[in-house]
């Protein structure tokens, strides 16, 4: 008799479980459950190593768990499209990055949401910016290098690029038109593949971004040539800006952000951008994002979405050019 | 000898009791999260990510490490018992251990992956410390041509997994390398056989693949027929491997090994890849290799070992190179940046605590993972005995939990219900479903290394040829395609008759 009623309340039990987890939905007393974010890469690279190393901290600043979950795919497409229709509570957030926001658009056909309008943007947190890389015994070092060789030997020259609709990606078609040179690139599956090309000489240099080749950098097998950036990196002050070098608008910057569904309640939307200001001003985040290679750079929600627009706006004029 | 030096200051670092416990969680998490289909090392390295910032960065290594290779110990559990395959690296394993179970014979299938495991793992350390730097020198060369030829390699071998007729198997990588193009262009970005289906965009997922194939499609044959069990109840015949089964797996042993670290290397090498190859050669080299796949335990010996030497193998490319072959290996390299570590060929010099402490561990946790799962086994092959109508709804439920997690993506399950049916559809009409599960692996890096080739190559077919490593794989291929030509008739047709069962 004992077994049946033992199951009986397993299955009771069991449901109940499954009511614990639905979240309170007022935003004026926001954030009061577990919060869900949603990471669109896989574990281990850029946009993850972030989160996790300032997940803590947040956790901490909100008082509420933070939990992140990788739903890897199609340059963050695949993750970010349940988030898009989710319920907009807050409960549901998605780590942005430039990539997938207005750069993968450029490149990918059938993306099922607009990724401009279909979200909220809620605040954006770092950037990392994008620049070129070759192995120390290549003949190219300086950019000018790079740009004599190209304009003697046209499509001579193979740059190799971490995969096809990445920021890098997009910094190779900035860097053609600004230099007016046609380099051909090679998309490899992700920055790890792409050193080991660079180091054995298969390809004459890379548009990638300083993480993935750093360990090499460090170690005087890899030169970095520049950055693709604003103004110089604060951790790399010796190494040049392609806008130094006369590509006024060779300049792409990956930046992080969070995102959420459309029509998140601005109290919300508030709160994070507290939340997210305290934690960039904790020494043990500001140290780990160091040491990760971000630059930080925050930015409201209003800012950060006016950014986007206005990047993808001058990435659909030189992707509309070619 | 400055190694051994090194090596004795890596075990003072290792055997601390602080790190000690390290290991031991690490390997103990890295069994079960081997043992449950799906859950792979990189979901259970990035929950643990963030605990590790609060510990010292040796530590933290000892702990990720630990999970990393035992995963590979626990991947061979439910392969044999049930079927199901830990991880994609434990496919092959499933051949031979699988039928090894139905005979009763469960206990020493485990035993030899177990002792394989072990004996694997330690040879690779000492191959790590050896050889590195020279290998990691090596692994450089292999721009797209190498990788194409080694693919080609890699795909003719398949001809020999087959085990009814190869017409048959050679259809199956067909429809594996078709399956393969599903997702977006590699090279433009352009969708392909996507249909609008977010989820397709990336591919057919392997996992869900592999739990849909073996896992799924078994229930659903052993659902049909009143299965006995009694067989697997009575026949229970010793848990460890006897003196005739050492006999005959230590060359398998030791060939898996070599293999495994070899391939490990190459940096993109799936740990997938190495287990086909040790499971062919050893098939080939056999006596009786109309035997394997009813459950010779040279198919499982060689198979866990190469997987287990293979992830030895791809820390080469990260400690000295700093760079990751795969998402585990990333997590592992990103734990040690935010220790500021710089892994690399800077690490020995710059924090050799680090570098010696965590290749001492790697003994240390091979100990500890044969200690912890010699007495695993009598518990295993327990699980044998429960009933069925329990023990099939656990699989399902398993399946079902493996093929959600690896994406937390709901409609990954839906794809691996498909595969079961398609499985089943396979197993029905005496199809191979192995070599579907290698097409699958080998087909999309075959298309982006060839494609990558022919951009460097301004799209001339000759830089297969000049290359010289690239040469040599090709040329091996070939001969390994044709060969069954050249062998001696009476050998023919045993292999003929063999095939027509």
Same mark, same amino acid.
């Given at each position: 008799?004992?077994?049946?009623?033992?199951?009986?309340?397993?299955?009771?039990?069991?449901?109940?479980?499954?009511?614990?987890?639905?979240?309170?939905?007022?935003?004026?007393?926001?954030?009061?459950?577990?919060?869900?974010?949603?990471?669109?890469?896989?574990?281990?690279?850029?946009?993850?190593?972030?989160?996790?190393?300032?997940?803590?901290?947040?956790?901490?600043?909100?008082?509420?768990?933070?939990?992140?979950?990788?739903?890897?795919?199609?340059?963050?497409?695949?993750?970010?499209?349940?988030?898009?229709?989710?319920?907009?509570?807050?409960?549901?957030?998605?780590?942005?990055?430039?990539?997938?926001?207005?750069?993968?658009?450029?490149?990918?056909?059938?993306?099922?949401?607009?990724?401009?309008?279909?979200?909220?943007?809620?605040?954006?947190?770092?950037?990392?910016?994008?620049?070129?890389?070759?192995?120390?015994?290549?003949?190219?070092?300086?950019?000018?290098?790079?740009?004599?060789?190209?304009?003697?030997?046209?499509?001579?020259?193979?740059?190799?690029?971490?995969?096809?609709?990445?920021?890098?990606?997009?910094?190779?078609?900035?860097?053609?038109?600004?230099?007016?040179?046609?380099?051909?690139?090679?998309?490899?599956?992700?920055?790890?593949?792409?050193?080991?090309?660079?180091?054995?000489?298969?390809?004459?240099?890379?548009?990638?971004?300083?993480?993935?080749?750093?360990?090499?950098?460090?170690?005087?097998?890899?030169?970095?040539?520049?950055?693709?950036?604003?103004?110089?990196?604060?951790?790399?002050?010796?190494?040049?800006?392609?806008?130094?070098?006369?590509?006024?608008?060779?300049?792409?910057?990956?930046?992080?952000?969070?995102?959420?569904?459309?029509?998140?309640?601005?109290?919300?939307?508030?709160?994070?951008?507290?939340?997210?200001?305290?934690?960039?001003?904790?020494?043990?985040?500001?140290?780990?994002?160091?040491?990760?290679?971000?630059?930080?750079?925050?930015?409201?929600?209003?800012?950060?979405?006016?950014?986007?627009?206005?990047?993808?706006?001058?990435?659909?004029?030189?992707?509309?050019?070619? | 000898?400055?190694?051994?030096?090194?090596?004795?200051?890596?075990?003072?670092?290792?055997?601390?009791?602080?790190?000690?416990?390290?290991?031991?969680?690490?390997?103990?998490?890295?069994?079960?999260?081997?043992?449950?289909?799906?859950?792979?090392?990189?979901?259970?390295?990035?929950?643990?990510?963030?605990?590790?910032?609060?510990?010292?960065?040796?530590?933290?290594?000892?702990?990720?490490?630990?999970?990393?290779?035992?995963?590979?110990?626990?991947?061979?559990?439910?392969?044999?018992?049930?079927?199901?395959?830990?991880?994609?690296?434990?496919?092959?394993?499933?051949?031979?251990?699988?039928?090894?179970?139905?005979?009763?014979?469960?206990?020493?299938?485990?035993?030899?992956?177990?002792?394989?495991?072990?004996?694997?793992?330690?040879?690779?350390?000492?191959?790590?410390?050896?050889?590195?730097?020279?290998?990691?020198?090596?692994?450089?060369?292999?721009?797209?041509?190498?990788?194409?030829?080694?693919?080609?390699?890699?795909?003719?071998?398949?001809?020999?997994?087959?085990?009814?007729?190869?017409?048959?198997?050679?259809?199956?990588?067909?429809?594996?390398?078709?399956?393969?193009?599903?997702?977006?262009?590699?090279?433009?970005?352009?969708?392909?056989?996507?249909?609008?289906?977010?989820?397709?965009?990336?591919?057919?997922?392997?996992?869900?693949?592999?739990?849909?194939?073996?896992?799924?499609?078994?229930?659903?044959?052993?659902?049909?027929?009143?299965?006995?069990?009694?067989?697997?109840?009575?026949?229970?015949?010793?848990?460890?491997?006897?003196?005739?089964?050492?006999?005959?797996?230590?060359?398998?042993?030791?060939?898996?090994?070599?293999?495994?670290?070899?391939?490990?290397?190459?940096?993109?090498?799936?740990?997938?890849?190495?287990?086909?190859?040790?499971?062919?050669?050893?098939?080939?080299?056999?006596?009786?290799?109309?035997?394997?796949?009813?459950?010779?335990?040279?198919?499982?010996?060689?198979?866990?070992?190469?997987?287990?030497?293979?992830?030895?193998?791809?820390?080469?490319?990260?400690?000295?190179?700093?760079?990751?072959?795969?998402?585990?290996? %990333? +997590?592992? !390299? &990103?734990?040690? /940046?935010?220790?500021? =570590? @710089?892994?690399?060929?800077? $690490?020995?010099?710059? *924090?050799?605590?680090?570098?010696?402490?965590?290749?001492?561990?790697?003994?240390?946790?091979?100990?500890?993972?044969?200690?912890?799962?010699?007495?695993?086994?009598?518990?295993?092959?327990?699980?044998?005995?429960?009933?069925?109508?329990?023990?099939?709804?656990?699989?399902?439920?398993?399946?079902?939990?493996?093929?959600?997690?690896?994406?937390?993506?709901?409609?990954?399950?839906?794809?691996?219900?498909?595969?079961?049916?398609?499985?089943?559809?396979?197993?029905?009409?005496?199809?191979?479903?192995?070599?579907?599960?290698? %097409? +699958?692996? !080998? &087909?999309?890096? /075959?298309?982006?290394? =060839? @494609?990558?080739?022919?951009? $460097?190559?301004?799209? *001339?077919?000759?830089?297969?040829?000049?290359?010289?490593?690239?040469?040599?794989?090709?040329?091996?291929?070939?001969?390994?395609?044709?060969?069954?030509?050249?062998?001696?008739?009476?050998?023919?047709?045993?292999?003929?008759?063999?095939?027509?069962?």
């Amino acid at each position: 008799m004992n077994k049946r009623r033992i199951q009986m309340y397993l299955v009771l039990f069991l449901m109940a479980a499954c009511f614990l987890w639905a979240a309170p939905s007022s935003a004026q007393d926001y954030p009061k459950g577990p919060i869900q974010i949603v990471i669109p890469f896989a574990p281990g690279g850029a946009t993850d190593l972030f989160w996790r190393a300032v997940g803590d901290v947040l956790s901490k600043n909100l008082k509420v768990t933070v939990a992140f979950v990788n739903k890897a795919g199609g340059g963050g497409i695949v993750g970010m499209a349940p988030v898009v229709t989710s319920k907009p509570d807050g409960y549901t957030l998605c780590a942005g990055n430039s990539d997938t926001l207005n750069t993968t658009p450029l490149f990918t056909k059938d993306i099922p949401f607009d990724t401009i309008n279909d979200l909220t943007y809620i605040c954006k947190l770092a950037i990392f910016p994008q620049g070129m890389a070759a192995r120390t015994e290549s003949p190219f070092k300086t950019v000018e290098d790079v740009i004599a060789f190209a304009k003697e030997n046209p499509k001579k020259l193979k740059a190799g690029v971490p995969g096809i609709g990445t920021s890098p990606h997009l910094a190779s078609f900035m860097f053609n038109r600004d230099a007016n040179v046609d380099v051909t690139t090679v998309a490899f599956g992700g920055g790890g593949e792409v050193v080991p090309q660079i180091l054995g000489g298969h390809i004459d240099f890379a548009f990638i971004s300083m993480p993935p080749v750093k360990a090499q950098y460090d170690a005087g097998k890899i030169r970095y040539l520049a950055f693709f950036a604003k103004k110089r990196h604060p951790l790399y002050p010796a190494i040049p800006t392609a806008v130094e070098k006369g590509l006024k608008r060779t300049v792409v910057e990956t930046g992080i952000g969070l995102v959420g569904p459309k029509g998140l309640p601005p109290a919300i939307i508030k709160r994070w951008e507290e939340a997210a200001q305290q934690a960039l001003k904790d020494p043990a985040v500001i140290a780990a994002v160091n040491k990760l290679d971000y630059v930080i750079d925050y930015k409201s929600g209003e800012d950060y979405k006016k950014e986007i627009v206005e990047e993808f706006a001058d990435f659909k004029e030189l992707m509309g050019k070619k | 000898m400055d190694i051994i030096k090194d090596l004795l200051f890596g075990f003072s670092v290792a055997t601390t009791p602080v790190n000690l416990l390290y290991c031991f969680a690490g390997v103990l998490v890295g069994t079960l999260v081997g043992v449950l289909p799906g859950v792979g090392p990189p979901a259970a390295l990035s929950l643990l990510l963030p605990v590790t910032f609060h510990v010292p960065p040796v530590s933290a290594v000892i702990l990720l490490a630990g999970i990393m290779y035992g995963a590979m110990y626990g991947g061979s559990t439910t392969s044999i018992l049930v079927n199901i395959p830990g991880e994609a690296a434990s496919v092959v394993t499933c051949l031979d251990g699988y039928q090894m179970a139905r005979k009763g014979r469960a206990g020493p299938a485990l035993g030899i992956s177990a002792f394989g495991s072990f004996i694997a793992g330690t040879v690779s350390v000492v191959l790590l410390i050896l050889l590195a730097p020279t290998l990691a020198k090596f692994a450089l060369r292999f721009g797209p041509p190498e990788y194409f030829s080694l693919m080609v390699l890699g795909l003719s071998i398949l001809v020999y997994l087959a085990r009814g007729s190869i017409i048959n198997a050679l259809l199956i990588v067909c429809l594996g390398l078709l399956l393969g193009t599903v997702g977006l262009d590699p090279m433009s970005g352009s969708p392909r056989f996507i249909y609008k289906i977010t989820t397709l965009m990336d591919g057919i997922g392997l996992v869900q693949v592999v739990i849909g194939l073996f896992g799924i499609s078994e229930v659903l044959l052993n659902v049909e027929t009143t299965f006995k069990q009694e067989i697997f109840e009575t026949k229970i015949k010793g848990l460890l491997p006897n003196r005739e089964d050492w006999k005959r797996s230590i060359g398998p042993i030791g060939r898996g090994t070599i293999i495994g670290f070899f391939l490990g290397i190459v940096p993109g090498m799936s740990v997938v890849i190495p287990t086909f190859v040790s499971y062919v050669l050893e098939k080939k080299l056999s006596k009786y290799p109309e035997k394997f796949g009813t459950g010779v335990i040279e198919g499982v010996a060689g198979p866990e070992s190469a997987n287990n030497a293979a992830s030895g193998g791809t820390l080469v490319p990260m400690l000295s190179l700093g760079i990751p072959t795969g998402a585990a290996t %990333a +997590l592992l !390299l &990103g734990a040690l /940046m935010i220790h500021g =570590l @710089r892994p690399g060929p800077l $690490l020995i010099k710059d *924090s050799p605590e680090v570098f010696w402490g965590v290749v001492a561990s790697l003994y240390v946790g091979n100990v500890m993972l044969l200690v912890l799962n010699l007495p695993l086994i009598g518990l295993w092959v327990k699980i044998l005995k429960v009933p069925y109508h329990y023990l099939f709804s656990l699989i399902v439920l398993f399946c079902i939990i493996g093929s959600y997690v690896t994406n937390n993506n709901p409609y990954d399950v839906v794809i691996m219900g498909l595969f079961g049916l398609i499985g089943y559809a396979m197993k029905k009409l005496n199809y191979e479903a192995a070599p579907l599960v290698l %097409a +699958l692996v !080998l &087909g999309p890096m /075959m298309e982006n290394a =060839l @494609r990558r080739s022919l951009v $460097l190559s301004e799209g *001339s077919i000759g830089v297969f040829f000049t290359r010289p490593i690239s040469a040599f794989f090709l040329i091996a291929g070939l001969l390994i395609l044709f060969s069954p030509l050249f062998l001696k008739k009476r050998r023919l047709r045993e292999d003929l008759r063999s095939g027509g069962e």
